[in-house]
């Protein structure tokens, strides 16, 4: 069946940069893009961009500070976010296409000093 | 502040009909697909509806989807205790050229 599974939670300090890998599995990873979607605890959805196999989107208030790539090879995508604030503290969700119809289990950034 | 308008909050008892709202503009609901998604605590989200009235697979027909303008509304009819979560409205915008999610809404199965 269709998943996306998500790497593990991370502590980071303020400054610092963190990198989230979703891998997929079921599907032909060619024919969709992964979106990237953030919620802080008690806050709603953020979505932060998207990539496929040409290009990525960002949304405007993440550009200059996250980058997302994807390897095809390894069927998996990521979301490098930099200079990490402690308002960055949230899980980060992978999912997959434009209905963002299957997610991932989500990964929690703590952003502490 | 949301560039989709949701109501913070809904409630319904057990059976009824419930119906929540997403207002939006001219860039995003009139111009592109909206979808819903439920969010249950510590699990991630779960699409319920794509293209403003699709259910996928395995969603039950008690939820249903409409759009007329700049809103868009997720009706959950016989309304059931498992249904109590947060509610999500989602869709392109071309003016940001990026999705936009509402605000959510708390719905309480009373």
Not at chain 1, 80 to 109: F, K, P
Request: net charge neutral; aromatic share 8%.
């Amino acid at each position: 069946q269709v998943q996306l599974v998500q790497s593990g939670a991370e502590v980071k300090k303020p400054g610092a940069s963190v990198r989230v890998s979703c891998q997929v599995s079921g599907y032909d990873f060619s024919n969709f893009d992964v979106n990237w979607v953030r919620q802080a605890t008690g806050q709603g959805l953020e979505w932060m961009g998207w990539v496929n196999s040409i290009t990525e989107g960002l949304a405007q208030k993440f550009q200059g500070r996250v980058t997302m790539t994807r390897n095809t090879s390894m069927s998996t995508a990521y979301m490098e976010l930099s200079s990490l604030r402690s308002d960055d503290t949230a899980i980060y969700y992978c999912a997959r296409g434009d209905a963002m119809d299957v997610w991932g289990q989500g990964t929690t950034v703590t952003v502490s000093s | 502040q949301s560039v989709l308008t949701q109501p913070p909050s809904a409630s319904g008892t057990p059976g009824q009909r419930v119906t929540i709202s997403c207002s939006g503009s001219l860039s995003n609901v009139v111009s592109n697909y909206v979808c819903w998604y439920q969010k249950l605590p510590g699990m991630a989200p779960k699409l319920l509806i794509s293209r403003n009235h699709e259910r996928p697979s395995g969603v039950p027909d008690r939820f249903s989807g409409s759009k007329s303008g700049t809103s868009a509304s997720l009706t959950i009819s016989g309304l059931r205790s498992e249904d109590e979560a947060d509610y999500f409205c989602a869709a392109w915008d071309d003016s940001l050229r990026g999705r936009v999610f509402g605000g959510g809404t708390k719905l309480t199965v009373l």
